[in-house]
């Protein structure tokens, strides 16, 4: 077929209707063709693939579970979360972190806002492998490692990516705040010396339970400590789908969670005229 004409290019582009490809979401998200059995294709409301060195965004709705599976084992996912009817609350790491007196990230942890609400909570986790102290990376120190860490070079960094994505949803770089970095791990050591611990292997997985409505940016680029000296990030899969009910049964029963669920609830019932879910 060719696109040497108006008509040949319009032929050829509708020809890829209906096509599924590891760089586009799949539309509707019901017809991802490889749904795990524990999720309901009809509920599905997210389905895409993440290639190595792009990102991916969604606005998505409370009670959403979000599931990101590192495909091939080397993957590295940052995530900012802001909340998507008060752009200004957003992820706030070092909370994250002091709130529940725990730097490692697991099951039944909160990402939470510099509000103290909880965005998300992790409601499962078969990596254990994550960060909450890199960050993501920098043009310079991309461009000193691979030898780019432009947008559309071979090796894009973290923050690169990042401001693509706010510029999206109409935000920019003053926006976005530090992330969270899923599928590569970071252990800090007595002398607070930092290392890597690596991936846990293809098929590790996430789920997130979204409290609030957010914007979520995803970006899917080598972690700032990751040992290898080529860009090598693999893909993820992203899924999310409609988990309301899940909000009434948490994974969490300390005393800072649950004040923190509290203020999440206070704030979107008196958002919604005193609706609580």
Known sequence: MTTATTKGARDHARAQAGQITDTMPVLPASHWPWTPEDIDPLTLTWAETIPGGRYATKVLGRGTRLRITDVTGT????????????????LNVADTVKVPWQAYLGTGHPLLSDQGRVLATMVA???GHHDTFCGTTT???NTAKYGAGELYSASPA?????TLAAAKHGLAPRDIGPS???FHGVRAE???????TGTAGPGAAVDLLIHL????????????????DTFDTGPVQVLAWSALDELVDLPNSDPEYLRAVLNTEDAWAAAQ???TL
């Open 75 to 90: 993957a590295c996912v940052s995530v900012v979360l802001l909340r998507a009817d008060a752009p200004w609350e957003r």
């Open 125 to 127: 986790d078969s990596s």
């Open 139 to 141: 043009l310079s120190a």
């Open 158 to 162: 973290g923050r690169e990516l990042f």
């Open 180 to 182: 969270v970095s899923f």
């Open 190 to 196: 007595a002398d607070g010396a930092l290392h890597s």
């Open 213 to 228: 409505p957010v914007i979520a940016l995803l970006i899917n680029t080598a972690h700032p400590l990751d040992p290898s």
């Open 273 to 275: 005229n005193g609706e």
